[in-house]
């Protein structure tokens, strides 16, 4: 293990910056704008506007070849991009010639106040360097929020922006990208540590007891930008490698807890028609870029998106100790109000989903936006060999199964199901909705899911 280190080094738009003395929860957007960018803004500091999108030169799990995805850099602490190549979009034009998107944005009349701009351009750089135009989603703007310009204008840049042009960062991407650095940054009497191994995180663990991991830090990020909540020891998850690995046998897939939900969507290619009308639900491409699988569970809300889907698909989770690793049913993990069966220093390091898919599957969301927003009610219904499943989030203090509505289910009787919801959850009244309307909404799409499959269950 390298000593404690007061210092660390990334690449910012190419260039070498040393990072010395600040504190290991500065975020990346405080430090790209100390730097004289200003570019990138803070317009909520938690996630939802996109007003402080960079790129991050990464590596895509699995291959050798290096992707930029944009991020929101009110979210990273600096820390967890050591070692690691940055652009923000200062970085984008070169020798004083704009961008093909920037000049788009501008041809369009993209912008008013400006405040949006810096983000939208690097999101859209970021899709314009992922795929040919043919193949291009406009969804990876869906985390862009503009208060004045209006979307046609900011739609009309995006749609005629032609292919991946050459440049440095199209050169970049030929090359891998620069490996993990392991890391012990000490600073302001907080540490942030990025282990490389499995063995090496819970031994982190072990020795600092009031450590916290992290993996994508978009639930924990919220947490420490706007409750200003400081954690003590942080260890990251991102650079290990047994947590980001993916494998697919005829039994089962075991998808790494701190793979993010951009590359499960990347690498699972034979994954079942519900989870890919499932992930674009999930708050917005750059949230998705960072956010793990294994952060979504870890965090047992009970309006988490992935529970509902991988509690009707028979999800297991292996939990990784010290002492070796269990794999429990995702029923046996939620214990409570954000509880889980994680104890003290233990690890989710992966999540089993057995084989074969269900031949028929729906997740609802019920949200008060469509896209990028949190669940009100999230439901999903899975019919396979193993019979119905029902799986609901935001009815209970935990995301659960209806065991009872399951068994109607399974012989046609809609009604019967919706009876057994009605006195199985109880679900809470808030800002989002109340408990009654809650209730209502699970009860729905059920009738909802018939009417689809009428003749099929
Ligand atoms: C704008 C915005 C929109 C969002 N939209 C949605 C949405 O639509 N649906 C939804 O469900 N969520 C949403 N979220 C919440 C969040 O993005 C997810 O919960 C995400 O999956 C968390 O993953 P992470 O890697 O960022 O977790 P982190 O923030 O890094 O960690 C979260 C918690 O999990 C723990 N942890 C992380 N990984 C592990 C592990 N492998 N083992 C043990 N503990 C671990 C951490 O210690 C921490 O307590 C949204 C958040 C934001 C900011
Ligand atoms: S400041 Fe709004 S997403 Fe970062
Ligand atoms: S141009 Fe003003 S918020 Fe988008």
């Given at each position: 293990?390298?000593?404690?280190?007061?210092?660390?080094?990334?690449?910012?738009?190419?260039?070498?910056?040393?990072i010395?003395?600040?504190?290991?929860?500065?975020?990346?957007l405080?430090?790209?704008r100390?730097q004289?960018?200003?570019?990138?803004?803070?317009?909520?500091?938690?996630?939802?506007?996109?007003?402080?999108?960079?790129?991050?030169?990464?590596?895509?799990?699995?291959?050798?070849?290096?992707?930029?995805?944009?991020?929101?850099?009110?979210?990273?602490?600096?820390?967890?991009?050591?070692?690691?190549?940055?652009?923000?979009?200062?970085?984008?034009?070169?020798?004083?010639?704009?961008?093909?998107?920037?000049?788009?944005?501008a041809?369009?009349?993209?912008?008013?106040?400006?405040?949006?701009?810096?983000?939208?351009?690097?999101?859209?750089?970021?899709?314009?360097?992922?795929?040919?135009?043919?193949?291009?989603?406009?969804?990876?703007?869906?985390?862009?929020?503009?208060?004045?310009?209006?979307?046609?204008?900011i739609?009309?840049?995006?749609?005629?922006?032609?292919?991946?042009?050459?440049?440095?960062i199209?050169?970049?991407?030929?090359?891998?990208?620069?490996?993990p650095?392991?890391?012990?940054?000490?600073?302001?009497?907080?540490?942030?540590?990025?282990?490389?191994?499995?063995?090496?995180?819970?031994?982190?663990?072990?020795?600092?007891?009031?450590?916290?991991?992290?993996?994508?830090?978009?639930?924990?990020?919220?947490?420490?930008?706007?409750?200003?909540?400081?954690?003590?020891?942080?260890?990251?998850?991102?650079?290990?490698?047994?947590?980001?690995?993916?494998?697919?046998?005829?039994?089962?897939?075991?998808?790494?807890?701190?793979?993010?939900?951009?590359?499960?969507?990347?690498?699972?290619?034979?994954?079942?028609?519900?989870?890919?009308?499932?992930?674009?639900?999930?708050?917005?491409?750059?949230?998705?870029n960072?956010?793990?699988?294994?952060?979504?569970?870890?965090?047992?809300?009970?309006?988490?998106?992935?529970?509902?889907?991988?509690?009707?698909?028979?999800?297991a989770?292996?939990?990784?100790s010290?002492?070796?690793?269990?794999?429990?049913?995702l029923?046996?993990?939620?214990?409570?109000?954000?509880?889980?069966?994680?104890?003290?220093?233990?690890?989710?390091?992966?999540?089993?989903?057995?084989?074969?898919?269900?031949?028929?599957?729906r997740?609802?969301?019920?949200?008060?936006?469509s896209?990028?927003?949190?669940?009100?009610?999230?439901?999903?219904?899975?019919?396979?060999?193993?019979?119905?499943?029902?799986?609901?989030?935001?009815?209970?203090?935990?995301?659960?199964?209806?065991?009872?509505?399951?068994d109607?289910?399974?012989?046609?009787?809609?009604?019967?199901?919706?009876?057994?919801l009605e006195h199985?959850?109880?679900?809470?009244?808030?800002?989002?909705?109340?408990?009654?309307?809650?209730?209502?909404?699970?009860?729905?799409?059920?009738?909802?899911?018939?009417?689809?499959?009428?003749?099929?269950?």
């Amino acid at each position: 293990m390298d000593a404690d280190c007061a210092q660390f080094r990334l690449s910012l738009n190419g260039t070498a910056v040393r990072i010395h003395g600040l504190p290991p929860q500065t975020t990346l957007l405080d430090f790209v704008r100390s730097q004289g960018l200003t570019g990138a803004k803070e317009g909520c500091a938690e996630g939802e506007c996109g007003a402080c999108a960079v790129l991050l030169i990464s590596q895509s799990p699995g291959e050798n070849r290096a992707v930029c995805r944009a991020v929101n850099s009110c979210l990273v602490p600096l820390p967890a991009v050591a070692g690691r190549e940055v652009f923000t979009v200062e970085g984008l034009s070169e020798n004083g010639t704009l961008a093909e998107v920037q000049n788009a944005m501008a041809a369009a009349g993209g912008s008013q106040c400006g405040y949006c701009t810096p983000g939208f351009v690097v999101s859209m750089f970021a899709e314009q360097h992922r795929c040919d135009p043919d193949h291009r989603d406009l969804h990876a703007l869906g985390g862009n929020l503009c208060r004045c310009t209006g979307y046609r204008p900011i739609r009309d840049a995006f749609l005629s922006l032609g292919h991946t042009p050459e440049g440095r960062i199209q050169q970049r991407l030929l090359e891998p990208a620069s490996p993990p650095q392991r890391l012990r940054y000490r600073a302001n009497n907080a540490g942030f540590s990025t282990p490389l191994s499995l063995d090496e995180a819970l031994r982190l663990a072990a020795e600092t007891p009031d450590s916290r991991f992290v993996a994508g830090n978009t639930d924990l990020g919220v947490v420490t930008n706007l409750r200003d909540t400081r954690f003590p020891d942080l260890i990251s998850l991102q650079a290990v490698p047994e947590l980001k690995h993916f494998t697919e046998t005829p039994d089962a897939v075991e998808i790494g807890a701190a793979l993010t939900l951009t590359e499960i969507g990347e690498r699972w290619q034979t994954a079942p028609p519900v989870f890919r009308e499932w992930l674009p639900l999930f708050a917005s491409l750059l949230i998705r870029n960072s956010a793990t699988l294994g952060g979504n569970l870890a965090t047992a809300s009970p309006i988490g998106d992935s529970a509902p889907l991988l509690l009707a698909l028979d999800a297991a989770v292996r939990i990784a100790s010290l002492q070796g690793d269990r794999l429990i049913p995702l029923t046996e993990f939620f214990c409570g109000y954000r509880k889980t069966a994680l104890n003290p220093g233990e690890i989710l390091s992966s999540v089993r989903i057995p084989k074969p898919f269900p031949h028929t599957a729906r997740f609802f969301k019920v949200a008060k936006r469509s896209l990028d927003d949190i669940s009100t009610v999230a439901v999903c219904i899975a019919i396979s060999g193993r019979g119905a499943r029902i799986a609901l989030g935001g009815v209970a203090a935990t995301p659960l199964r209806v065991l009872e509505a399951e068994d109607f289910l399974s012989n046609g009787d809609i009604e019967g199901a919706q009876q057994a919801l009605e006195h199985t959850l109880h679900p809470l009244s808030d800002h989002r909705g109340s408990a009654a309307y809650r209730l209502a909404m699970a009860k729905s799409l059920l009738a909802k899911f018939r009417a689809e499959h009428e003749g099929q269950i």
